[in-house]
């Protein structure tokens, strides 16, 4: 995929790059989540009911894998029809059966400072495998607002700029990132991942504020 960026973009913004939210939310109350989370996603394998993560078309390179082996829990749904474009919505999206499971994960989610939630998901791999960098969409100027959040650090997830070839290991637990504008992926590891993803709330003009590269 070699579609060119945004024109207009800010000439302050530098890829690769993200921005910490760790700051705004209790890390420490996150990482305690981190074997209450893994086990009840071990209890799932049996199950092999969850859905596979696809990266969609916009992969690094056309031959790369687009359903590299992640999972997906959702703890919420579309009420209607699952538009993509409406990930940031509130109103689009209602509780699902994994938001039951995952209570005490829920219950972290109600102490961020978010006016609404949509989308809200977990992903994982039992076998820890590469997740081919890809941007999400090719709607230059849509950057949707959400946090992607992790209870550890085991999975190095980047971003990667495809001009200059630079990577840029997040640091952090939880994040907002350029999703469209680069692209981001994960490497191979041997451990269960958790990534949900919490969309909203007064972090608006934050994350509207595509991050400068610091
Ligand atoms: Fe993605």
């Known amino acids: ?111 961020l400072p978010f006016k609404a939630t949509a989308r809200m998901l977990i992903m994982y791999d039992p076998e820890g495998r590469a997740v081919t960098a890809h941007r999400d969409h090719v709607s230059y100027d849509l950057c949707h607002e959400f946090i992607w959040f992790r209870t550890n650090l085991r999975k190095p997830f980047y971003m990667l700029n495809e001009e200059t070839g630079e990577k840029r290991y997040v640091e952090s637990h939880s994040a907002w990132f350029d999703s469209v504008n680069q692209f981001h992926g994960g490497d191979a590891t041997g451990c269960v991942e958790c990534k949900p993803r919490i969309i909203g709330g007064p972090y608006t003009e934050t994350t509207l504020a595509r991050p400068l590269a610091s």
């Not at 031959?63 to 509130?90: F, H, R, T, V, W």
């Open 1 to 111: 995929m070699t579609a060119a960026v945004a024109e207009k973009l800010d000439p302050r913004i530098k890829y690769p790059s993200y921005k910490s939210l760790d700051e705004f939310i209790d890390v420490d109350r996150l990482q305690s989540l981190d074997s209450y989370v893994t086990e009840r996603i071990q209890q799932r394998l049996s199950q092999q009911k969850d859905l596979q993560f696809y990266t969609g078309p916009f992969t690094i390179a056309e031959k790369a894998p687009d359903k590299p082996g992640s999972k997906m829990i959702y703890l919420s749904q579309p009420k209607g029809e699952d538009n993509y474009y409406d990930l940031d919505n509130p109103a689009a999206w209602e509780p699902a059966e994994g938001a039951t499971e995952f209570s005490e994960l829920m219950e972290f989610i109600a102490t």
